[in-house]
């Protein structure tokens, strides 16, 4: 099983504040992924990583910046949190790189407040 | 907007009864993948069915794709109480650069009452 851990797993911040949530992977995957889960929306991209410093915009990428500076770490921050990010955050990995295989491997979700 | 959604939102039918979730799409796919989730937790992958296949089969599960009307369809047959969660549909595509970029639908929340 892929490793993925996320950090912190809860965080309750104020409006305003910088939050910046950890994705891990014990494995060299190329691919990961930063989701958002908000009732009635499922989950939806906001940035996406292939490679060491290699990044594209999701569909909800407005308030949010990634960096991938090493293979097994990716971050995403909230340069300034409003409420709207209010959200369970989850990180994937993509199991290959192949364009006709590669599920996705989940971590455990960061839930963050923004009071 | 989402590149998939899914329908119904929500479903509850009896142990024993097959459940059947469909997934509509908007844009050309690689492949197109089935995740569960469990409440509070992360999703985990049910199966893939790539672009030049119709039909797979795991188990249980049974999903076909249709790229001629960008639809897919996962059925549960002889669903269990423990089947009851949220079903997601991904869709994984490259970008214009030539990345997989994989985007998610809305959901189906599936009841089974025992």
């Known amino acids: 099983d892929a490793g993925i851990t996320q950090s912190p797993r809860h965080k309750v911040t104020e409006t305003g504040t910088p939050v910046t949530l950890r994705c891990h992977q014990t494995?060299?995957?190329?691919?990961m992924y930063w989701y958002r889960q908000d009732p009635g929306h499922g989950l939806r991209l906001i940035h996406y990583?292939?490679?060491?410093?290699?990044?594209d915009k999701g569909e909800v990428s407005d308030g949010y910046s990634v960096s991938r500076s090493k293979t097994e770490d990716f971050l995403l921050t909230l340069e300034s949190a409003t409420s709207s990010q209010t959200s369970v955050y989850f990180c994937a990995i993509r199991t290959s790189d192949r364009a006709v295989a590669g599920e996705l491997f989940f971590g455990e979700g960061s839930r963050l407040t923004v009071l | 907007s989402q590149q998939g959604e899914e329908d119904p939102q929500a479903l509850s039918i009896q142990e024993g009864e097959n459940a059947t979730m469909n997934c509509s799409y908007k844009t050309s796919i690689n492949n197109l993948q089935w995740y569960r989730q469990n409440s509070g937790r992360g999703l985990v992958h049910l199966i893939l069915i790539r672009s030049n296949e119709r039909e797979k089969h795991s188990g249980r599960l049974r999903v076909t794709l249709d790229t001629s009307k960008k639809s897919s369809s996962l059925l549960i047959t002889a669903s269990r109480a423990a089947d009851t969660a949220s079903y997601f549909c991904?869709?994984?595509?490259?970008?214009?650069?030539?990345?997989?970029?994989?985007?998610f639908g809305i959901g189906t929340k599936l009841q089974v009452i025992p």
């Open positions: 990583s292939y490679g060491v410093k290699d990044t």
């Open positions: 494995e060299n995957h190329r691919y």
């Open positions: 991904a869709t994984d595509a490259k970008n214009s650069g030539g990345y997989q970029k994989v985007t």
